[in-house]
């Protein structure tokens, strides 16, 4: 059931929607969400909590993606979970109590996204997540209990994939708060096919279209620990004998490797500093695999049919598996060769696009706020 908020405007003025983003993927989750409130004129206010504040993690996707400049930043920064969480919900709670909207968006399952859920609910403001559902069932992943505890919260949860509808019944939640209505990555996703071509970082970084590895690895499950990095590493480093190798290397994981002295470990890979959405895409077209474990890189390959090997023993995207080209591989390094060898000899898995992936999500998630809130 929902609260009534008492933030509601009573006067017939449409409601203001808050709209949270905090670090690298959810710019572009929230970008058809605030391009929609634009073409319909639903007023939005666009915070930006700050947990990613580095220009390449943050500034240079707000700009690319054409977003707003936020309307305001928290500056949270970083910290431990628990810092992240509580710092967003204090902040958070200053701008929605000033601005009194009459709903608060928040997307994926960042420290931020449910330091933002709980400063919403605590104040009976209606909360909309996007990309609910999702479930890793491995409690040791920091992003899994983001997820868990901000379903638990939101009234209204938009899913992207039917695992996510299951998940969500199973916990117990009713029809009336579950909306399916496919994913705002992937909107941003076909727009940037539709509106930007592609970068010339294919050419820049001197590697040939579709003969080349896109790497991208930060989860702490493979860079925390010194014994699995330096595993991981050294499996980029059998794959780079046969296949040239893109690595833009997340804050996270350039800090391991150097605190762990294993930066001679990579040969001829290229390592780069942390690429740009359009550049992103680009590589990700181009590359003849992608080997990641990343959530969003995982639903991006199977869009683009781009085989995609997911370095994670689970996944909460179930469909990129079992409709996409992902395909995960974890522990056991020979066994993870053998299927970056597999690509390489032509065996790739055919996939196709899951449903609803059609680049309208967010259109979807505003009809549903306008008509249970207006
Ligand atoms: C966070 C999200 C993860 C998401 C990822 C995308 C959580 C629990 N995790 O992980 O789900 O996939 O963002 O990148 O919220 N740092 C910088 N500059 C920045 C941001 C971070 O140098 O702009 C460094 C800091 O040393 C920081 C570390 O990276 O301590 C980790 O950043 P943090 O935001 O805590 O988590 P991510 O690993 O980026």
Redesign the pocket.
């Known amino acids: 059931m929902l609260s009534p908020s008492p933030y509601r405007s009573l006067n017939g003025e449409r409601m203001l929607l808050t709209i949270v983003a905090g670090?690298?993927?959810n710019f572009m989750k929230v970008a058809p969400l605030i391009r929609e409130c634009e073409a319909r004129g639903v007023p939005y206010r666009f915070v930006h909590t700050g947990?990613?504040?580095?220009f390449s993690?943050?500034e240079d996707f707000i700009r690319t993606l054409g977003l707003p400049e936020p309307n305001a930043n928290l500056e949270v920064g970083?910290g431990t979970?628990c810092f992240?969480c509580a710092e967003v919900t204090l902040r958070l709670e200053r701008e929605l109590v000033e601005h009194a909207p009459g709903a608060v968006l928040v997307v994926g399952?960042?420290?931020?996204t449910l330091g933002a859920a709980i400063a919403a609910s605590k104040l009976f403001i209606p909360l909309g997540h996007v990309e609910a559902g999702l479930r890793s069932f491995n409690r040791t992943m920091?992003?899994e209990l983001?997820r868990v505890a901000t379903d638990a919260l939101a009234d209204f949860l938009f899913t992207t994939e039917e695992s996510g509808n299951v998940n969500l019944r199973s916990e117990g939640r009713g029809e009336e708060s579950i909306f399916f209505v496919g994913n705002t990555m992937i909107d941003s996703l076909a727009y940037a096919m539709d509106n930007s071509g592609e970068t010339g970082i294919v050419e820049d970084l001197g590697v040939r279209p579709g003969e080349f590895c896109y790497v991208t690895l930060?989860r702490p499950s493979n860079v925390d620990e010194p014994a699995r990095l330096e595993e991981v590493l050294g499996l980029l480093n059998s794959i780079s004998k046969r296949l040239d190798i893109v690595f833009p290397v997340?804050?996270?994981t350039r800090?391991r490797i150097a605190e762990d002295g294993l930066g001679g470990m990579l040969g001829d890979a290229r390592m780069v500093d942390p690429v740009g959405y359009l550049d992103s895409v680009t590589l990700t077209r181009r590359a003849r695999f992608v080997l990641t474990d990343?959530?969003g890189l995982q639903e991006e390959s199977t869009y683009l049919g781009v085989p995609c090997l997911t370095l994670r023993p689970e996944t909460e995207r179930p469909v990129t598996v079992e409709e996409g080209t992902n395909v995960l591989v974890s522990e056991d390094c020979g066994a993870i060769l053998g299927a970056a060898f597999d690509i390489l000899g032509g065996k790739t898995p055919a996939g196709k696009v899951p449903p609803l992936w059609d680049g309208h999500a967010a259109s979807r998630i505003i009809d549903a706020l306008e008509e249970r809130l207006d």
């Open positions: 670090a690298r993927p947990q990613h504040y580095d993690m943050s970083s979970a992240q399952d960042i420290n931020s920091p992003e983001n930060h997340h804050p996270r800090a990343s959530g």
